[in-house]
């Protein structure tokens, strides 16, 4: 870079400064070449006291002075800078910039500037002309101002700007301002799009009101007058008919601005578009006002609630939770699982939603309370971070008790079957088999009779006897039993003589006994009437007495007894008979199992008595059992409760 020495000019010339072309006059300052060189007082009272950097070049654009600025500018404070080019000193360059001031000044005369940008950072570049007596331009003042951290502002102002007319544009947000002096309305670009008016218009006053609805004019007056009067702000939500005759809704807001003196004279405030809030607002009001009515009239209970470990809150729950736990769903409502159901109750159903909210998976329960069944679906639901849980439960206890009775029904078909094959058994086998004894001996009899041999005729004679007193024995127990299952036999308890009433039943089976010399005692420790019906007691005992002459030998022994207990009388019938392992006594009195043995001498049964009596004795509200063991004969007792118990068709 090439440094030229300054020439020896004369530099005595009055300095004209002419400013920009938006300057209204031309300024001329008139120094004498002493004052402006050499008077050290007058340059450093000036030009050194200001920190922008400034220079006088010659028309060579060598520079002839500088100020302090301007040699720090220079970033070497050392060395001098006169005699160096301008544009070497301040741009670093070797030629002046294509965008140089100095050239422009040079032709138009007047003061030019360009901004600049280099190395980083932004240079606002002044030239003012200096002009000798005869008015031809000998110099310059050059001025370099560092303006980075105002560029740097202004783009970021510039960025800020577009970020909120963006942010405004999104949110249909926009501001205005009211000179209330002279009644004209000011609106920003998004207010104005608000309206479907074109950007930049602004209203007067009674135009700008005159957008509202009709019926929010008067509002909207009122408040700017407020405001203009008493300095109240204002935020109002109001309807308004566009310029396109569209009606939506806006807020708008206002403040009262104040001059120096403290008087309004301006209203300025924000507009924004809330239509699509209005919507949403209005939807989710309908949506609360049908989830109420669902609350309200919904048959089944649903409940929304909020979980935590320990605790489940009620949220929401339907109103007909007053027919489970007494309480409606609008008063659970802020209520803990504690405060509405039993401990042990409500800790279940803890620990159950926090298993179901923390785990994330619906969950189908069962439950029971105050003696009524119910099933619950619960799922899992989020919202603003909180564990939510939702859920309903039905009543379903009839169900429940349906089931139940289908069970039971299925088991009275399951006996009904069983009693069904019990019956056809008897008729087809056992109560055939003595028939045909009857009619075979019979025919042997007649065969007898006329060969006149007595002695068989009296032992076939005994037979059919047998055999007929087996039938109708037989036939009686069918009979009685049938009835029973057909609930045709009317339960009549009475006073009855228990000591007469065994007596009468003994005297009944004494030819059986006899015929295989078995004795019969009886043992009755009981001295007052007992309440049951007679004839029900009669047929046990004499099915018991019997079964009990059936499986003892000849020779044996039978013994009727009869105690008084504390609560109820016990009957028992035991013999020295052939006993029963534990196998068989499980069979007994029941219509599934099919078991009957023959007697000691081949008598045959059909287990149907034993079935009867269980049947007669629980009429009673009392019980049968049995003790046995092979070899040790058995002991059937039953229990008759002294409570007296009404007439009743069973």
């Not at 009392?622 to 002294?642: C, D, L, T, Y």
Request: with cysteine.
């Amino acid at each position: 870079m090439n440094n030229k020495a300054p020439k020896n000019r004369d530099l005595s010339v009055t300095i004209e400064s002419t400013p920009s072309s938006s300057s209204v006059s031309d300024q001329v300052i008139a120094c004498s070449p002493s004052n402006f060189l050499d008077e050290n007082n007058l340059w450093d009272s000036t030009f050194n006291a200001v920190e922008d950097a400034i220079c006088i070049i010659d028309n060579d654009q060598l520079i002839v002075r500088c100020n302090k600025a301007m040699q720090k500018f220079s970033e070497n404070e050392n060395e001098s800078i006169i005699g160096k080019f301008c544009y070497e000193v301040v741009h670093g360059t070797e030629h002046p910039l294509l965008e140089c001031p100095i050239r422009k000044m040079q032709q138009t005369h007047k003061r030019e500037s360009a901004e600049v940008q280099e190395s980083g950072q932004w240079l606002d570049v002044t030239v003012d002309p200096l002009f000798s007596p005869e008015k031809q331009i000998s110099g310059a003042v050059h001025i370099v101002r560092n303006i980075t951290g105002r560029k740097l502002t202004e783009e970021a102002l510039k960025a800020n700007y577009s970020l909120l007319r963006t942010a405004g544009s999104t949110a249909k947000f926009g501001g205005w301002k009211l000179n209330l002096s002279k009644k004209k309305v000011t609106w920003s670009d998004e207010v104005a799009t608000i309206h479907e008016m074109p950007a930049g218009y602004s209203p007067s006053l009674e135009e700008g009101i005159n957008y509202y609805a009709p019926e929010w004019r008067d509002t909207i007056t009122n408040a700017i007058k407020s405001c203009a009067d008493l300095g109240t702000a204002f935020d109002e939500e109001l309807e308004l008919v566009t310029a396109k005759g569209n009606r939506i809704w806006v807020r708008a807001t206002g403040e009262a601005v104040r001059d120096k003196i403290g008087n309004i004279d301006k209203i300025q405030g924000s507009f924004q578009d809330i239509s699509q809030q209005r919507e949403m607002l209005d939807r989710m009001s309908k949506n609360e006002e049908l989830l109420s009515l669902f609350m309200k009239h919904s048959p089944i209970y649903s409940f929304i609630k909020e979980v935590t470990p320990t605790k489940s809150l009620v949220l929401r729950a339907s109103e007909n939770y007053t027919d489970m736990i007494g309480i409606s769903g609008s008063d659970m409502v802020g209520k803990t699982m504690e405060e509405l159901f039993p401990a042990e109750f409500a800790a279940k159903i803890n620990a159950d939603d926090w298993a179901i909210a923390s785990g994330g998976n619906p969950m189908t329960l069962e439950e029971e309370l105050n003696g009524r069944y119910y099933v619950t679906i619960k799922f899992p639901i989020t919202q603003e971070g909180k564990n939510l849980l939702a859920g309903y439960t039905i009543d379903i206890t009839n169900q429940k008790l349906a089931e139940q009775e289908l069970k039971e029904s299925e088991t009275r078909l399951r006996e009904l079957n069983g009693t069904k094959d019990k019956f056809f058994s008897i008729i087809a086998h056992d109560l055939k088999s003595p028939f045909n004894s009857i009619i075979g001996f019979s025919n042997l009899l007649v065969r007898q009779i006329e060969e006149k041999d007595y002695a068989a005729i009296e032992r076939y004679a005994g037979i059919i006897q047998n055999s007929s007193l087996q039938a109708m024995d037989l036939l009686t127990n069918l009979l009685e039993w049938s009835r029973s299952q057909t609930g045709r036999i009317v339960f009549t308890p009475e006073n009855i003589d228990l000591t007469a009433l065994i007596r009468q039943s003994i005297e009944f089976v004494y030819s059986s006994s006899q015929q295989k010399s078995i004795t019969i005692c009886s043992e009755i420790l009981v001295n007052r009437p007992v309440w049951a019906d007679k004839a029900m007691i009669n047929t046990i005992l004499r099915n018991l007495i019997s079964n009990a002459i059936k499986f003892t030998k000849a020779g044996g022994e039978i013994v009727v007894s009869a105690r008084q207990m504390s609560n109820e009388v016990v009957l028992s019938v035991s013999d020295n008979g052939v006993g029963m392992d534990k196998e068989s006594i499980s069979k007994l009195f029941r219509i599934d199992q099919n078991h009957s043995t023959l007697g000691t001498e081949n008598e045959k049964g059909t287990g149907l008595g034993l079935l009867l009596c269980k049947e007669f004795v629980e009429k009673h509200g009392g019980r049968i059992w049995v003790g046995s063991a092979p070899g040790n004969g058995s002991k059937f007792s039953i229990s008759i409760p002294e409570t007296k118990i009404p007439n009743t068709l069973l």
